[in-house]
C-alpha cells in the first residue's frame, strides 16, 4: 500500500468506527456533550440522528469509551430483530445466559432483564443501552422498547436509552404505534456534515492520526474539489481521500493534486461527476492558467 511513500503508520481514511480518529467538530462535540450531559442526569430516553456518513456510530463508540465504570452498557448494533430478540441480546449483554431456544416466552425474558437491571442498581451501576441504526428496527420492536423504559423507581429510571439513526428514524417515530415512545425522548440532537472551515482540519487530524509528519498531503485545488463532492461527510471524505491517495501512490507523486481527487471521483458511483461538472471544472481549470498567465505577462512587462 501506500503508507511508506507517504509516511504513515496505518491507512488514516479507513472508514471502519476507530476512536483515536473521533473528530470534535462543533456538531460532533454537541452531540456527545448533550448525552454526557443527559446520561449523567439519568435521562430515560435520548436520540441522535445524521445522514448517512456523518459519524453516528462513531460517536456511539466514543461515548462508550467515556463513560467509567459506574455504567453497565449494552450495545446492540444489529436493528433486525424482533421484541423477543430484542430482549434476548440485551440480557445477554448485561451478562445473563441466553435461554434455551423456544422454551422461554418474551414475559419470561422480561422479567429476567428486569430483575438483571435491579440487581446492577443495587450494585451502583447505571444501565446504559445504545442502539445503533434504529431507523431499520421494525415497528413492533420500537414499541417493545417502550416497556424498558418503564423501568423505574419512584426517583429515577433504573435504565437509559440511546438511539442512533438515520433521517428516516423520525418518521417512523411519527407513525401513531410508537407516538408514546416519542413522547419520552428528553433529548436529542442532529448531527451535521463538517462546515468548510472544519473540513481541512478533519484531513490534517486524520493524517496526524495515522502518523503523517509532512502535513497537508493534499494540494488546495485537490482539497477544493474533495470538499465540494464529498459534501463535507466524513465517510465520503474518507473514501474520497483514500482512493486519491492510492491514485497518487500510482502515479508516484508526494503530493495528491486535482486529478487524483477527480479520478477518485469517478471511481465512486454516489459522487461521479456529471457532464456539465466536468465542463465547469475545466473551464475553471482554464481561466486560473489564462490569469496566472496574465500575471506573468504582466510582470515581465513592468521588467
Known amino acids: 500500500m501506500y503508507l511508506e511513500h507517504f509516511g504513515l503508520q496505518e491507512l488514516p481514511f479507513s472508514i471502519t468506527p476507530n476512536t483515536p480518529y473521533f473528530f470534535a467538530s462543533k456538531s460532533a462535540h454537541e452531540a456527545l456533550n448533550t448525552l ?8 430515560g430516553f435520548m436520540k441522535i440522528t445524521g445522514e448517512v456518513g456523518t459519524g453516528k456510530t462513531l460517536l456511539c463508540r466514543k461515548l462508550l469509551g467515556a463513560l467509567d465504570e459506574r455504567y453497565e452498557v449494552a450495545y446492540i448494533f444489529n436493528p433486525y430483530l424482533d421484541p423477543m430478540a430484542l430482549f434476548v441480546e440485551l440480557a445477554s449483554e448485561l451478562g ?16 429476567a432483564l428486569t430483575r438483571r437491571v435491579l440487581e446492577l442498581n443495587e450494585q451502583g451501576k447505571r444501565v446504559v443501552i445504545c442502539l445503533d441504526e434504529v431507523q431499520a428496527m421494525p415497528v413492533e420492536t420500537l414499541e417493545a422498547l417502550r416497556l424498558l423504559t418503564n423501568l423505574e423507581t419512584e426517583n429515577r429510571k433504573l435504565l437509559q436509552v440511546i438511539i442512533f439513526g438515520q433521517p428516516e428514524l423520525d418518521e417512523r417515530l411519527n407513525q401513531p404505534s410508537v407516538r408514546q415512545l416519542r413522547q419520552r425522548i428528553t433529548f436529542q440532537y442532529v448531527l451535521k456534515p463538517l462546515s468548510n472551515t472544519e473540513f481541512e482540519y478533519y484531513i490534517l487530524h486524520r493524517l496526524a492520526t495515522a502518523g503523517c509528519h509532512r502535513g497537508q498531503l493534499f494540494t488546495q485545488p485537490a482539497l477544493w474539489w474533495l470538499r465540494r463532492k464529498s459534501r463535507r461527510i466524513p465517510r465520503l471524505i474518507n473514501i474520497l481521500a483514500n482512493k486519491s491517495l492510492m491514485a497518487a501512490y500510482g502515479r508516484g507523486k508526494r503530493l495528491v493534486g486535482l486529478s487524483e481527487v477527480m479520478s477518485a471521483v469517478r471511481d465512486t458511483d454516489s459522487v461521479r461527476l456529471e457532464g456539465r461538472e466536468r465542463l465547469w471544472i475545466w473551464a475553471a481549470v482554464l481561466a486560473l492558467a489564462a490569469g496566472l498567465a496574465l500575471a506573468v505577462a504582466s510582470g515581465e512587462g513592468l521588467l
Open 36 to 43: 454526557l450531559v443527559a446520561v449523567s442526569m439519568g435521562e
Open 96 to 111: 445473563l445466559p441466553r435461554p434455551p431456544s423456544k422454551m422461554i416466552g418474551q414475559h419470561e425474558v422480561l422479567n
